[in-house]
């Protein structure tokens, strides 16, 4: 059903509307606007308007009738076939959900050459997948893959729609929710059902990590959250599994897409924060860029990778894609060894739910170790060098 509303008496046919509407889902009939289904409620057209005789309705049709969506359904992520591991995870709560909830489980599978990805989605769980296979889809891009889910989510109804938080999971969760006006938790650390109002309790920090909120969506639909990467075990997955593959037909053209892809640009030191368990941070307290050096031998001992304060970023001395914190990266390893890191409330942001926190610093009152797990009151130059001798030693063994 097209969402915008059309003051036709009010519609001087001027066809700015029809000009600026990015989904072309305006027309000039008889000298008069006229909308189709493919409206996503951008507001595009409402801005340029002359005579303000297009709006969007003010309560949305999803706040009125929750009973009648049903289902849990999961953003599956995958790059050239791959599917991301945290898919998987986002897959196993998502089961965990459904099952509670008596009601089935569905992975949306968007790309270009990925029926294998559909055919793993059931050995992960899912009861049936959303198919979408068409080359306009083969590398992520806001506009079509939006496009796709909202219309799914607007036939079929699900109760509950998760992504992984990763950055094209937040990227399209943000864009999908806002185009069904519902609400979406970003970043979650904890799931689960309420069992007297089977609503989803979305849980994550707030206030730089100082207190957990657990957040509600009561009126809308589907209730939406992303999830932070390794919240969730991955199941094991059972290839015996049976489940129904839904293809969804795709009639979009490069032309109709607002965004092209021109060209990947590899970065030169690839940096997986978000899958690593193990990470060796450095900030202003290594000195400069060779400083690093230390914590790299310890990283690469330990299979793990480099993190970094924005301090040591901001100086220069480490690429932006290794910053963790608030406007960095968010990352839950096993491990997290912060090195001449004092601890600041935008950096805990970014790694406050590591599960065992290690913190290397000279000075004893450095907030760091209120945090920390374990403490290491000492210099790093020294603490660093003499922990990846012990680790070398005996992981040889
Ligand atoms: C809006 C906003 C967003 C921000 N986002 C982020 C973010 O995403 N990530 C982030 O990290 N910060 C962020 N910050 C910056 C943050 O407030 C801190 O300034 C920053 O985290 C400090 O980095 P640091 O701990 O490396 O440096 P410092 O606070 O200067 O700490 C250095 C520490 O190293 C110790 N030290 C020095 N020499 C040694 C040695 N040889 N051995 C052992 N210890 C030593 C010192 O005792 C000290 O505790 C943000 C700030 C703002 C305002």
Not at 50 to 75: C, F, H, R
Not at 344 to 373: C, W, Y
Request: charged share 20%; with cysteine; net charge negative.
């Amino acid at each position: 059903m097209p969402l915008l509303l059309i003051d036709k008496q009010a519609c001087i046919g001027c066809g700015a509307c029809v000009d600026v509407c990015p989904f072309g889902a305006l027309d000039l009939v008889e000298g008069v606007a006229v909308v189709n289904e493919n409206c996503t409620a951008c507001s595009a057209c409402i801005e340029v308007c002359p005579t303000n005789a297009l709006s969007l309705p003010e309560k949305p049709a999803a706040d009125l009738e929750t009973q009648a969506y049903q289902g849990v359904w999961v953003w599956v992520e995958q790059f050239n076939g791959q599917a991301s591991s945290i898919s998987w995870e986002m897959m196993g709560q998502g089961r965990i959900l459904a099952d509670q909830l008596g009601t089935p489980l569905t992975a949306c599978v968007l790309g270009y050459r990925v029926q294998k990805v559909a055919e793993q989605a059931i050995a992960y769980g899912a009861d049936r997948v959303f198919l979408a296979d068409h080359p306009t889809l083969h590398v992520y891009r806001t506009d079509p893959y939006a496009r796709i889910l909202v219309k799914l989510a607007r036939e079929y109804k699900p109760e509950i729609f998760l992504l992984g938080a990763s950055s094209r999971g937040r990227d399209l969760a943000g864009s999908v929710a806002t185009h069904l006006y519902t609400g979406l938790t970003a970043d979650c650390t904890g799931l689960e059902i309420d069992p007297e109002t089977r609503l989803l309790r979305q849980t994550r920090p707030a206030y730089g990590g100082n207190i957990m909120a657990t957040i509600l969506t009561p009126r809308h639909r589907p209730q939406m959250a992303t999830v932070r990467h390794r919240v969730f075990e991955a199941p094991p997955p059972d290839p015996k599994r049976q489940g129904q593959i839904v293809p969804v037909p795709v009639t979009l053209t490069e032309e109709d897409l607002v965004t092209k892809v021109v060209d990947f640009i590899v970065e030169a030191e690839e940096v997986n924060l978000a899958d690593a368990r193990i990470i060796v941070a450095g900030g202003r307290g290594v000195g400069g860029p060779e400083g690093f050096e230390p914590l790299r031998e310890l990283a690469h001992v330990l299979g793990g990778a480099v993190g970094a304060s924005r301090a040591a970023v901001d100086a220069g001395w480490i690429p932006y894609a290794h910053q963790v914190g608030q406007t960095g990266r968010t990352v839950r390893p096993d491990l997290y060894i912060a090195c001449g890191i004092s601890g600041a409330i935008q950096h805990r942001a970014g790694m406050s739910t590591s599960r065992v926190i290690v913190a290397i610093n000279k000075d004893p009152e450095a907030p760091i170790f209120d945090l920390a797990t374990y403490g290491i009151v000492g210099d790093l130059f020294e603490v660093v060098p003499a922990l990846t001798e012990q680790f070398r030693k005996k992981l040889k063994q």
